[in-house]
């Protein structure tokens, strides 16, 4: 990775969402679970319920339906939660920008919530772990 | 293979085919009024046990045109039954009592492109989001929902 | 007394957002809502604003697990209108790269299905076994996903011949895991117990609501579009449609393993076959007209139509994902059934929301939840533990 990243003094809960997307982000982030990119490594988990969470993973385009829930999961999450755009969909709504059935991208969405921009289409595991744990370890009480 | 098959249909359909176009060896078109659907498609999925693979709305140039498409896998054929809707109030019998797996699709066609499918059990919203607003169809020509759809959740 | 109990639309099961309400009575499911909507990207009108080379990167990202199967069925409705030979050596290359797909897909749903069950080393076994895989496509093509392949009138890139060597010697690590897994699969008798007689699909409502795929084939309908109508080199090479007689989720899960060791035999096939020559046919212009393509994606029948005016962007086309057909399969399947075994039902036609509008339940009425989706995920689990103890296992 070129950047030597070390634990998180924390074991900060992470909770996934998705808001219109093809999946391929959403896969490649259960895919850092897998041993092979092991994301728990630097103690970072998912979990099931976002009240916990301290960083929230967005993917997708924000298709109207789902982009408000996404702002009702935000609201119930505890405050700083940090937002962390996944792929190039939740980065900029890629190919679907425009799109009727897409409305405002995540970053308007949430305005002054998302802490990290990962592109890619989908980016590759490297890319999602490096994005979260430098996002993360911006949160106090963790080592740089 | 598919002659035979063509054969079997022009036979059970009788007058009610407008036109049949052998395309190719594995795929065939049939017009018909949409009158004539219900009891067209009945043949085809009862009788003759085809599998009802989806439906196409397409806004042409006088109208706009549903196309029901059936597979005769062990014929290797597909068949498109074709009908025509009028451009003011399109509308085209719903095929849902008879086949369940075309409940969600004429629904789809409702919302996207504004067909009625009178006899349809439950023609609600299926996939616009819903503070769509109602009339706004986003598949037909041009961009029909620029200045009715807000840019704001 | 009824209540509802809702999964989704955020449920940490499903990555992706879906509505299910479980309208049930006791711990028995009565009724099923769904609700979709919650991927809606309007892709078929935004193909319209794209030229015909255009259309493969858009629809290749309407599902990322069925990726290849979209610009596959895609260009095949392009080629069927415009009545388009492809050269030889594409159609070899198409198949390989659907086929390595198949293999990651399935392995993919193993392990979710397993995950499901509490069976969670199996989660872990088969997404390490799907990551060779997804390394042997990025060699092949570029990218562990979204390959970028396919392009009407053949191939984007060809095969480096070099890397063959390689790929077979992933194909035989693959076949060594899926036999030991298929050995598994069908000699667990708690699998047996959990899983036979589970989420019935008679093969009557498969013709009712027109399942496909596996789905369909594990209610014994031999169904598939490689073998009913062949496309790219299915029909040059020997394999079998893998069907199963249970009607339920036991077949279901047989049928993907099975198919595994079929894609493995057809890969090796078409690197064996596979002649040298052109990748493609250079296609300038599409004709006005219709056309349609399909493709056996891992769920089933992908349908794309296709209408040209004559330009270089087409004028409407038709998506129609394997899911929007399997989704409504589950009115038939879940009501009668226990809500411990609703998670596994839902996942055993290995939905592919993105792919299809996502349904989603809706209790509207009164919006209380009995149990939620992590909840029923425990009773699942929970579920095949006891039947464990109960077999002294």
Same mark, same amino acid.
């Given at each position: ?30 895919d ?18 976002v009240?916990?969470?301290a ?90 | ?23 190719s ?67 085209v ?32 919203r ?28 | 007394?009824?209540?509802?109990v ?26 099923i ?38 610009p ?60 060779? $895989? *997804?390394?042997? #496509? !990025?060699?092949?093509?570029?990218? =562990?996903n979204?390959?970028?392949? +396919?392009?009407? %009138? ?8 070099s ?26 008798p ?14 009557e ?25 062949p ?10 449609v ?14 993907? $393993? *099975?198919?595994? #060791? !079929?894609?493995?035999?057809?890969? =090796?096939?078409?690197?064996?076959? +596979?002649?040298? %020559? ?51 399969t ?25 792919c ?18 992590k ?19």
């Amino acid at each position: 990775m070129g950047l030597r990243l070390k634990a998180l003094t924390k074991s900060p809960w992470v909770f996934h969402v998705s808001a219109g997307s093809c999946n391929n982000c959403d896969i490649e982030i259960l895919d850092c679970l897998c041993p092979r990119f092991d994301i728990e490594r630097f103690g970072v988990l998912l979990v099931g319920c976002v009240r916990h969470a301290a960083a929230l993973l967005v993917t997708g385009a924000m298709n109207r339906k789902s982009a408000r829930r996404v702002q009702q999961l935000y609201r119930q999450a505890a405050k700083p939660c940090l937002v962390i755009a996944v792929g190039s969909c939740a980065c900029g709504q890629g190919i679907f920008h425009g799109s009727y059935a897409v409305g405002p991208p995540l970053d308007e969405v949430l305005p002054g919530a998302v802490a990290a921009y990962v592109p890619g289409c989908p980016p590759k595991p490297e890319a999602i772990i490096l994005g979260v744990v430098k996002a993360l370890s911006t949160l106090s009480g963790n080592g740089k | 293979m598919s002659q035979k098959l063509v054969d079997r249909i022009r036979k059970g359909i009788g007058d009610k085919a407008r036109r049949i176009d052998v395309r190719s060896p594995r795929r065939v078109y049939v017009d018909i009024a949409p009158n004539d659907l219900v009891d067209v498609v009945k043949y085809l999925f009862e009788d003759l046990r085809a599998r009802y693979v989806i439906a196409s709305g397409v806004q042409v140039e006088d109208g706009f045109e549903v196309l029901h498409h059936f597979c005769f896998d062990a014929d290797h054929v597909v068949v498109s039954v074709r009908v025509k809707a009028a451009p003011e109030k399109p509308e085209v019998p719903s095929v849902a009592p008879i086949i369940k797996g075309a409940e969600f699709i004429e629904r789809e066609m409702h919302d996207l492109l504004g067909i009625e499918f009178p006899g349809h059990p439950n023609l609600t919203r299926l996939i616009l989001a819903e503070d769509w607003p109602e009339g706004v169809y986003p598949l037909r020509r041009g961009k029909p929902w620029e200045g009715k759809v807000s840019q704001q959740l | 007394m009824k209540s509802i109990v809702p999964i989704g639309p955020f449920h940490p099961l499903q990555e992706e957002p879906e509505l299910f309400r479980l309208h049930v009575d006791g711990e028995t499911v009565v009724d099923i809502d769904v609700d979709i909507g919650y991927n809606h990207r309007g892709i078929e009108k935004i193909s319209e604003g794209k030229t015909y080379d255009q259309v493969p990167y858009l629809v290749e990202r309407i599902c990322g697990i069925c990726s290849t199967s979209h610009p596959l069925a895609f260009v095949q409705a392009v080629e069927d209108l415009a009545k388009i030979e492809v050269p030889e050596r594409a159609l070899y290359i198409r198949t390989v790269v659907a086929e390595l797909e198949r293999l990651h897909s399935h392995l993919l749903w193993v392990g979710l299905a397993g995950h499901f069950l509490g069976y969670n080393t199996v989660f872990m076994w088969a997404w390490k076994y799907r990551e060779p $895989v *997804l390394d042997t #496509l !990025e060699e092949l093509t570029g990218n =562990r996903n979204n390959y970028a392949m +396919m392009k009407v %009138g053949g191939v984007r890139r060809d095969f480096d011949d070099s890397k063959m060597s390689k790929v077979r010697k992933l194909l035989d690590d693959v076949w060594e895991k899926v036999v030991m897994l298929a050995g598994a699969v069908t000699d667990d008798p708690v699998l047996h117990a959990r899983l036979k007689g589970v989420g019935i699909l008679s093969p009557e409502d498969v013709h009712n609501y027109g399942a496909l795929g596996p789905t369909a084939r594990a209610s014994g309908v031999p169904i598939d579009v490689r073998r009913d109508d062949p496309y790219a080199a299915y029909d040059r090479v020997d394999w079998s449609v893998i069907t199963h007689d249970g009607c339920d989720v036991f077949g279901r899960a047989v049928v993907r $393993v *099975l198919e595994m #060791l !079929e894609s493995v035999k057809i890969i =090796r096939q078409c690197l064996d076959k +596979m002649p040298k %020559g052109p990748i493609d046919a250079n296609v300038k212009e599409i004709p006005p007209g219709e056309g349609i393509g399909h493709a056996e994606a891992p769920r089933g029948e992908t349908f794309h139509y296709v209408r040209s005016d004559g330009t270089n962007r087409p004028v409407r086309h038709k998506v129609r994902a394997p899911t929007y057909m399997n989704l409504p399969t589950f009115k038939s399947t879940v009501i009668g059934q226990s809500i411990t075994d609703a998670t596994i039902i839902l996942a055993s036609v290995d939905p592919c929301y993105s792919c299809t509008e996502r349904m989603g339940v809706y209790d509207a009425s009164n919006g209380r939840k009995t149990l939620d989706g992590k909840e029923l995920l425990r009773l699942s689990q929970e579920k095949t533990q006891r039947l464990r103890r109960e077999m002294g296992k």
